[in-house]
C-alpha cells in the first residue's frame, strides 16, 4: 500500500529535509584530498543530532555508520571509516535523517579536486536524470514515467542503469511502498497521487549494469570496476506540482 502524506506531514518532512540539506551542504565543503570517510561520518551524526535528529542510516539492518560514503567504482553502502579521499576520486554521499519521526532520504556524487572528462560528465548526466525524473512527480503521471525519464536520459548519453537497485516510498519509515526502479515504460505502473513522496535515486555506472556487493555484505560495486554515481532527492507529488524536501544542491 502506498501512503499518502497530509499537507501538515509532508511539511514534517520538509523540516527532516531542511536538516538533510545543511547536513550535506557541510559535509560538500568537508570532501577533500586527504579527509577520511570516518571522519565525515563523524561530522555527519554531530550535526545532525545539534539539530535535534537522528542519523536513519545507524543501525538500520545493522550498519555501523551514521551516513553511506562509496567512493569510485563503489555505488551505494559504504560504510565509513579509514578511507583516505584522493585527487581524481569520486564520493557518493547518501544521508538520511530522521526528525520528529520523519525521514528525508538524499545523495550526491562529488568530485575530489579535478577528475576526468568521462567521469565528470557521469556526474553530470546522473544529476541531470534526477532532476527530470522529479518533474514527473505531478498528480495523474504514474510511477513508469518517473523511471522512464532517468533510463532515457542516461542511456541516451551512453551509461548503463543499475536495474538491481531502486528508489522507494518514503515516510515515518525510510523504505515504503512503491519501488522506484530507473529504467521502465511511460504511462506505466501505479499512478502518482496528491501526498505520495518518493525517494528518487539514479544509479549508474560508466560501463555495465551489473553490480556485486563486497565481502562487508554492504558495500555495492559496478562489477566491472567502471566509475558509478549515485543521486537523490526526496520529494513530493502535491497539487501545484512537485515539491523537492530536501533540496541540498540549492544554497
Given amino acids: 500500500m502506498i501512503i499518502r502524506k497530509t499537507a501538515a506531514q509532508i511539511e514534517k518532512m520538509a523540516a527532516a529535509g531542511a536538516v538533510h540539506a545543511r547536513c550535506m551542504k557541510m559535509l560538500t565543503g568537508m570532501v577533500r584530498a586527504g579527509v577520511t570517510t570516518a571522519e565525515l561520518d563523524h561530522a555527519a551524526e554531530k550535526f545532525i543530532r545539534s539539530q535535534g535528529g537522528v542519523p536513519t542510516f545507524k543501525g538500520f539492518r545493522g550498519f555501523p555508520g551514521s551516513i553511506c560514503t562509496s567512493p569510485n567504482s563503489m555505488v551505494v553502502h559504504g560504510i565509513p571509516g579509514p578511507c583516505e579521499l584522493r585527487k581524481g576520486d569520486i564520493l557518493s554521499i547518501d544521508v538520511g535523517v530522521t526528525l520528529d519521526g520523519w525521514v528525508a532520504d538524499g545523495a550526491s556524487t562529488l568530485p575530489v579536486g579535478e577528475i576526468d572528462p568521462t567521469t565528470a560528465r557521469l556526474l553530470e548526466v546522473t544529476k541531470e536524470a534526477l532532476d527530470l525524473a522529479a518533474e514527473q512527480m505531478v498528480p495523474g503521471k504514474r510511477v513508469g514515467d518517473v523511471s522512464n525519464a532517468v533510463q532515457s536520459h542516461v542511456e541516451a548519453a551512453g551509461f548503463s542503469i543499475i536495474r538491481s537497485l531502486v528508489g522507494h516510498g518514503i515516510g515515518q519509515n525510510m523504505h515504503e511502498e512503491p519501488q522506484i ?3 521502465g515504460t511511460p504511462g ?3 499512478e502518482i497521487e496528491t501526498g505520495m513522496v518518493f525517494a528518487i535515486e539514479p544509479m549508474v555506472n560508466v560501463g555495465g549494469p551489473d553490480v556485486f556487493t563486497g565481502e562487508d555484505g554492504w558495500s555495492v ?5 567502471s ?5 537523490e532527492y526526496t520529494v513530493a507529488a502535491t497539487d ?3 515539491l523537492i524536501l ?3 544542491d540549492q544554497s
Fill in 240 to 242: 501545484d506540482g512537485p
Fill in 181 to 183: 526502479p530507473n529504467y
Fill in 227 to 231: 566509475m558509478a554515481a549515485h543521486f
Fill in 221 to 225: 560495486y559496478s562489477g566491472d570496476g
Fill in 246 to 248: 530536501n533540496p541540498w
Fill in 188 to 190: 506505466r505502473g501505479p
